[in-house]
């Protein structure tokens, strides 16, 4: 009650200074709701943009990484960029049995994962984060970026340790995953809550059902496919070309014209063969211990010995990308090349050649040199025909000898085949190269 009308009006001043204060304030309060949400809306689009772009371009790395595995596997090596020396190389990576999985290789899974993520972003974007299809596409998005984090560190840590090379292509993909993780834990408010199981349990299952359809679709469309339709200039045109020109009289061309010393007393020493001596038909590599696509080629080349071997003769070259034997290489490329070709040799003067040979290629992610002498001991070599034949003079003449033989031939790189003298440089799948031999069979009759 008013004692006075100025007590009265004081009153009601102060009543309206204070709901003038209220509204004053509810007002700054709602423009400020109003910004935040306007932010909030502007980073939840920003987020959107930033996980699409990231998704994208793991979805190319690994498309990239699928394109590269199936060139390297029809032809046991690629003059991929990623490939800059012995550590930092695609193709080491490729020739690892870790680049597949179940007989499909990691980038089939790549496809399948990035794929699934750009799926669940645009689920993102046309729902409302608050409903359910927007919590689960929220939800199964943050749990399918953690577990591609741990995937990466997974490979990592077995790319460094078993494989012991690093692939450009796949530490791209893992950084695009650790991006995907940053760029989550920055938006991490906004990610809609309560976590449901349900929701990511409904997430996965469409996630896996891309992963099958990708699998799928790689096992039908692309792994029946053949070599020539994989790379179409090396398989059918060069095998046809590379077995006729294997089958012309040696008169052709002075390619055709590479010794051969068959015996341990000519020269610095005989090369290592196996096959039929007066075979018309001659096949000779020149390859690296070290070289990935040689250890690919090496598969290739036993099976080829058993079904050709009573009419054809293998030899073998050696090229090695070390310094220590081959003057063409600044350096130390692959550095336990020389010591392994060494040991190799040294075991074929005791008749283990082609087992040691099996067994440095089989071996090859542990070379080093005392693994080069480690092996020759398992074959069978005593320890002073070891010394020996580390401090002999007459293997290092053979190396390098067969490294100049390379020089005349044009050889710059390993693995490189001569069909007849003829340089071979198609497709070196097993289909491909028992094309080319039955041809030059065929037409040397």
Known sequence: MCLSTANCAVKVNRWYLGFSNAFGDITLGITRIRRMAQ??????????????????????????????HLAFKASGATNAVCNVNDVISCDAAAAS???????????????????????????????????????????????????????????????????????????????????????????????????????????????????????????????????????????????????????????????????LSRSAYSGAGEDYRYGYEQAKVVVQEFVDFQCPGCAVLASTIKELKAKYGSRVLFVFRNYPLDGKCNHNINGTFHAHACAIATMARCAGQYGKFWEYNELAFSKQSEASAENAVKWAKVTGLPQDAIETCQKSQDILSKLKDDVALADQLGVTGTPTLFINGVRYDGDRSLAALGDVLERALIEAQ
């Open 39 to 68: 932010d909030s809306s502007r980073s939840h689009s920003l987020s959107l943009i930033l996980d699409a772009a990231l998704a994208l371009l793991g979805l190319s790395l690994s498309a990239y990484s699928l394109r590269h």
């Open 97 to 259: 049995p870790y680049s597949e999985i179940a007989g499909i290789p990691l980038g089939v899974y790549g496809i399948a994962f990035f794929s699934s993520l750009l799926v669940f972003n645009v689920m993102r974007a046309a729902a409302s984060r608050g409903g359910s299809l927007g919590r689960m596409a929220a939800q199964t998005h943050a749990v399918m970026v953690l577990i591609g984090v741990a995937v990466s560190i997974v490979l990592a840590i077995v790319s460094a340790t078993s494989v012991q090379a690093l692939c450009l292509v796949c530490a791209g993909i893992y950084l695009v995953n650790i991006m995907m993780a940053f760029s989550l834990h920055m938006g991490r408010a906004q990610l809609a809550r309560p976590f449901s199981k349900r929701a990511v349990a409904i997430g996965g299952v469409i996630a896996f059902a891309i992963t099958g359809i990708s699998g799928w679709s790689y096992t039908q469309f692309v792994a029946t496919r053949k070599p020539s339709k994989l790379n179409p200039q090396s398989a059918q045109s060069l095998t046809q070309s590379s077995a006729q020109q294997a089958a012309q009289p040696s008169s052709q061309g002075a390619a055709r014209q590479i010794p």
